[in-house]
Structure formats: structure tokens, C-alpha cells
């Protein structure tokens, strides 16, 4: 078998068990600050729920440049194996945190030593050839989706059997299991860019930001998700209007998620493979209006059944939009810098993962929740029209100057 064949089967294994294992303490997090933290106040529970969820994003948007200066200098192996390790061991401290301020403390430490997926993603692109980068990248966010699905039903599942505290340990080894096989068992060929090391970090995003399409891709990295996650504070509240079968909220709001995730995981490979031979532009482009399309409908959706098959169609749509940004940062990234050139991108996407939920809440309460489903949709809109004003503008001109 190829290398870099070999490497996105193991890596895209590694990634389905990372995601597995943050995911799976996501749904029981309110829960385990209400019982285990000493808060009664709701208030006060809501309010640490989401500092605590946005703190990892908050030092990984911070970090994640940093890493991807240190993964170009000493290898993107290096940097999955050091974050999966990191992690393992914060996830683990979790369990032992006896107040908010140390849960807190380790959710910021985490963003700080996190990266495993985005390094994995520097790696399989950097070491794939160029014609088969969009297919790569799509297996890779299949995994990552498939993960992110079994995840929460497996914590939900043995929260109730070994208590909320063991879970973080039980997470903590499933990462540090990751970690080893990617020690043991990925093989990069990695050769060191020496034509930059004494250039800083300012002077590193000054030659990529004056690297064109990169700054319009960041800023579509960081619109799409803002715009799919604005929507998660406010579904489950959404499903418990649509009256679910049984009233039972709980599970239809994890059944709808679970649905458009494994939209997703079906498409993400297809459509990049595809974008492998039309070009990933116009993969991004279509995928973007598709999700602007289908979140339009949502909002109306007479019963949960409607609903869930509207987020179906989303998840197919959604399955084309980060494999088709991050196969163009790879295109365009410069010599030399691809990991910092990724190291920017996943602090755009951590940035939207942070500011999405946020804003979604904060909407919901000033145009409520039909007009969140709807202003979404307007997002990305103007998403897309960036895209084909923008982004394939600037590609059309490179590409007619045989610069790709």
C-alpha cells in the first residue's frame, strides 16, 4: 500500500477515536458542573456550561499559530503525537477538578496543547500528491464526523453506569491510545523548511496573508462555522417546540445532530474526490449555497420528521465545505509553511466554533428561533457570494497566469 495511503487509514482511525472521546463528555457537561461543582442556580450553571465549553476554543484560536510554526520546523508527526499525549493527560485532570475555576483552567490548557486534528490534516496533505488531496481530506472529516456522532450516544450511555468523573478518564485514554498509534504506526517523510526559522511569527503571517486566495479562504473557514454552529444553542429548544413523539426532546435533539453528521460522513469523501477533478472552488461555491438553501426550510418544519430531513440534506452540503477549503489552503500555502499556513486557518475555525454558539443564544433571544434559522441561511448567502466574488475570482486569475 502507498505511504500516504496508509497514513490517512491510520490517521483517519486515530481522528475517529479523538473525536469520539472529546465528544462523548459534551452532553453530560451542565450536568456534571450542577452535581459535582457545588452551583444551584441555573444562572449560574448556563453561564459556566458555556464559559467552560468556549475555553478550549479561546487558547486553541490563540495557540493553534504557534504549533504550526513548531510542526514546519520539527515535522506534523511530531505535533498530532504531542497534542494526542497533552490532551490525554487534561482530559484525565478533568475528573479530579472539584470546583468551576479548575474546570475551567483545564478546558483552557486543553485548547492550549490541542491541535491533533488539525496537525493530522497538515500531515495527510502535505504528504498526499496534489490530485488526490480533496479525497484524502474528505476520508479524514468522515472520520472526524463519525467520531463526533458515536461520541455523545457513548457518554450519554456510560455516564449513567461509571459516573460523570470516570468518563474523563476513560476519554483520557482513548486519546492517549490514539497518541501511540500514530507514534507506532504513521510514517511521515518530513523535511525541515530552513529558509524561514529566523523569520518571526509577524513576519511568517505577512508572507501568508500577502499569499492570495489564503486570507478570503480563512475568512470563509471562520463563516462556516460561525454559520452551522450559530444554530446549536437553540435546536434542542426548537425540536421541544415541534412537540417530538413521547415529548421526547433528549433524544430527537441527538437524533437530528446524528443525522446531519452522518449526512455528512457520506458525502465529505465523494465531494472531494470530486473536487479533485472540477476543482475545489466550485465545490466549496455550490456547497455553500446548498447549506444556505437548505437551512432556509428548517425554521418551517411542521414536526421533528420534517426537520430531520432537512438537516440531512444540510450534512450533504455541509460534507463540501472544510475538505474543500482545506485541499485550496494546501494549494496555495507557501513553500515551506504549510502547517503555519493551516496553523492561521484552524485559528479562523476555532474562532467560529467559539463565536457561533454564542451569537446563536444571543440571536434567539431578539428575533427567536425561526429568525435564527433564517438569518443562518443569510449568512451563508453572503458566504457564498464572498466565494464567487473573492475567492474564485482570485483562483480564475492565478489559473489563467499558470501559477496552478
Sequence with gaps: MELWRRNLYILTGSVFLIFGAMTSVMPFLPLHIEQNMGLKSQDEITMWAGFIFAA??????????????LADKYGRKMMVIRS?????????????????????????????VAGFNPAAIALVASNTPKEKIGYALGILQSGAVA????????????????????????????????????????????????????????????????????????????LIQFAALNITPVLPLFIQDLNPPLGMVSFFSGLVAATTGFANMLASPKLGKLGDKIGHEKIL??????????????????????????????????????????????????????????????SAIFLGNMMGPISGGFLAGIVGLHGVFIFTSLLLLVNGLWVRASVNKQIAALRSQGVI
Design 56 to 69: 478550549n476554543f479561546l487558547s486553541a484560536f490563540i495557540f493553534s499559530p504557534i504549533w504550526g510554526k
Design 285 to 346: 461555491f455550490y456547497s455553500i449555497m446548498g447549506a444556505a438553501l437548505f437551512f432556509l426550510p428548517q425554521g418551517l418544519s411542521p414536526n421533528v420528521w420534517v426537520l430531520m430531513g432537512w438537516r440531512f440534506m444540510l450534512g450533504l452540503t455541509l460534507g463540501g465545505l472544510l475538505p474543500s477549503v482545506n485541499s485550496l489552503i494546501r494549494l496555495f500555502a507557501p513553500e515551506g509553511m504549510v502547517s503555519r499556513t493551516y496553523g492561521y486557518s484552524n
Design 84 to 112: 494526542g499525549f497533552g490532551m490525554a493527560i487534561v482530559t484525565s485532570l478533568m475528573g479530579l477538578a472539584t470546583n468551576v475555576y479548575q474546570l475551567f483552567f483545564l478546558r483552557l490548557l486543553n485548547g492550549v
Design 147 to 222: 467520531g463526533s456522532i458515536i461520541g455523545p450516544l457513548l457518554g450519554g450511555f456510560f455516564a449513567d453506569y461509571v459516573g460523570f468523573r470516570k468518563i474523563f478518564l476513560y476519554t483520557g485514554i482513548f486519546i492517549l491510545i490514539a497518541g501511540f498509534v500514530v507514534l507506532f504506526l504513521v510514517k511521515e517523510d518530513f523535511k525541515p523548511d530552513t529558509s524561514s526559522e529566523k523569520r518571526s511569527m509577524a513576519g511568517d503571517f505577512s508572507v501568508i496573508a500577502q499569499t492570495k486566495p489564503l486570507m478570503a479562504l480563512f475568512s470563509v473557514a471562520f
